[in-house]
């Protein structure tokens, strides 16, 4: 089973609908480029706090301010 991960910071734009349309379009893109059937992948959304994900030393919630 084809397993495809998007870890993303948690932002309130990324809501129920754009979670599906993420989905959706990851495993069209995956069926088109593997040929595997789309009941085969499994997609899972991973959101982070901002203050758990760093870049450059700092938390993304301190670069953001």
């Known amino acids: 089973m ?3 991960t998007l870890s993303i910071g948690k932002i309130d734009s990324i809501n129920e609908d754009v979670k599906k349309e993420l989905i959706k379009g990851f495993t069209e893109i ?3 480029a593997t040929k ?3 009941e085969k992948f499994t997609v899972f959304i991973e959101e982070y706090p901002l203050e758990n994900i760093g870049h450059a030393g700092k938390s993304i919630k301190e670069l953001i301010g």
Request: aromatic share 0%.
């Open 36 to 38: 595997i059937d789309a």
């Open 30 to 32: 995956a069926v088109g």
């Open 2 to 4: 084809p397993v495809i």
